[in-house]
């Protein structure tokens, strides 16, 4: 898979902790099982898939509301 920008990530999520974050909860989703939202190759690892996913904007977050 193709390596991705960091500089694109940023300026979609706002902040390196919210990317990583993001990208390893979706990862772990993937892992178990969960269907990708981008084409790529059947051996590519969760994270690239999640951080493409990112990329293309199929992914994003919400923050919690404190009550």
Do not use: C, F, H, W
Request: avoid cysteine.
């Amino acid at each position: 898979m193709q390596d991705v920008a960091m500089d694109k990530l940023l300026d979609k999520i706002g902040s390196i902790y919210k990317l990583v974050v993001l990208t390893s909860r979706r990862a772990i989703e993937l892992n178990e099982g969960a269907a990708r939202l981008v084409d790529a190759p059947p051996d590519a690892k969760p994270t690239g898939v999640a951080l493409k996913e990112i990329l293309e904007g199929k992914i994003s977050y919400k923050l919690k509301e404190e009550k």
